[in-house]
Nanobody, 115 residues
Framework: VQLVESGGGLVQPRGSLRLSCAAS????????MSWYRQAPGKEREMVAR????????NYADSVKDRFTISRDNAKNTVYLQMNSLKPDDTAVYYC?????????WGQGTQVTVSS
């Protein structure tokens, strides 16, 4: 199983970024995928989740109406579109999937929101 995130970087407040997670080693289209984040000194938290077919999505209250999760099962990729970014969104963002009760994580991508 491999999850490779990309798209992080430094962005100004109110800016946008699009994260990608390329997955391999499992039947991507059969599994719910999630994005988590972890800020310095804080616990890792779920940001967004999308069902295998893409029809069901859940978001943390802190990102609702600003972030959008999507997936392309033909490309084995899940995305996180982040708009209206705030300094509190600064964190390492991780791609996540549970396979046979085992959590799998990518290496993470740093997002820094600062002027």
């Amino acid at each position: 199983v491999q999850l490779v995130e990309s798209g992080g970087g430094l962005v100004q407040p109110r800016g946008s970024l699009r994260l990608s997670c390329a997955a391999s080693g499992f039947s991507f289209s059969a599994y719910t995928m999630s994005w988590y984040r972890q800020a310095p000194g804080k616990e890792r938290e779920m940001v967004a989740r999308i069902s295998s077919g893409g029809d069901l999505r859940n978001y943390a209250d802190s990102v609702k109406d600003r972030f959008t999760i999507s997936r392309d099962n033909a490309k084995n990729t899940v995305y996180l579109q982040m708009n209206s970014l705030k300094p509190d969104d600064t964190a390492v963002y991780y791609c996540h999937v549970v396979l046979r009760y085992i959590a799998n994580w990518g290496q993470g991508t740093q997002v820094t929101v600062s002027s």
